[in-house]
């Protein structure tokens, strides 16, 4: 059976873990997979999103059969009737912790908890020089404050230029600390902050690997892999006290 996987970013080792995992057993188990940027201009018969309810709202009227697993990162607040006729043209929905599937609850009963999981042999560490004391994983690509807020940011910049720290940290960090202060701040050089800071194409596993902690300070990030992540290469990890990391 040939499917067509929509996913927010085509998936690579470290962000789009998620996606990419999926994607591996659809092909083990014999589905011919098909992997698309997420487009609402796309027209198929059947189709599984993966990625957040955004993904769901541009390829609800796309796809005549559409399955979907939804990573939900906060509480639904905004175009909750949208979101509602989403879900009801959605076959089949799963999410990957019982605190973004308590979220979607308000629009269905039927909603499954299916932890997603990473891939363990992936993170291992060939070379465990501690090189930094800290790695700081932020996604990227985002453009406004909230998210920057959200992915705790702020937290960062705070620890970062209070503490005489060696960190590496991964370009979403760099971005997203620009579009938080701005570019016409001085009393903070964003650029300085980090003293390595990964490509935003680069393995972040080398920022696991190179690391004594990760410190993950998201308020309300859904996701939960870094951490796992890091987990899975011998960094220990400081992470904020919320009800999805502590669940994964």
């Not at 796809?63 to 879900?87: H, N, Q």
């Not at 453009?143 to 590496?168: E, F, P, Q, W």
């Not at 202060?181 to 009393?187: A, E, F, I, N």
């Not at 650029?191 to 902690?213: F, M, Q, R």
């Amino acid at each position: 059976m040939r499917l067509t996987v929509f996913a927010n970013a085509i998936p690579h080792l470290g962000f789009g873990t998620v996606a990419w995992t999926i994607v591996r057993w659809l092909k083990r188990y014999g589905y011919d997979v098909e992997l698309k940027p997420v487009d609402s201009r796309y027209r198929r018969d059947v189709g599984l999103v993966i990625g957040d309810l955004g993904t769901i709202l541009a390829l609800g009227n796309s796809v005549d059969r559409l399955y979907a697993y939804v990573v939900v990162e906060g509480p639904i607040t905004r175009l909750v009737d949208d979101v509602e006729r989403a879900l009801n043209n959605v076959v089949g929905l799963a999410t990957p912790s019982r605190f973004s599937a308590s979220e979607l609850a308000r629009f269905r009963r039927d909603v499954m908890v299916i932890p997603h999981g990473i891939e363990l042999d992936k993170f291992k560490c060939s070379n465990t020089s501690k090189k930094y004391d800290v790695a700081i994983v932020v996604s990227y690509p985002h453009h406004n404050k909230a998210i920057a807020l959200r992915k705790g940011v702020d937290y960062y910049i705070s620890v970062l230029s209070t503490m005489n720290l060696r960190s590496i940290a991964t370009y979403g960090f760099v971005h997203l600390a620009n579009v938080l202060l701005g570019k016409r701040r001085t009393d903070v050089k964003v650029e300085s902050l980090p003293t390595a800071i990964l490509p935003p194409n680069g393995d972040v596993k080398l920022a696991y690997c190179y690391s004594k902690i990760l410190l993950w300070l998201s308020r309300v990030e859904g996701f939960g892999l870094p951490p796992l992540e890091a987990m899975a290469s011998g960094t220990p990890v400081i992470y904020t006290d919320a009800p999805a990391h502590n669940e994964h």
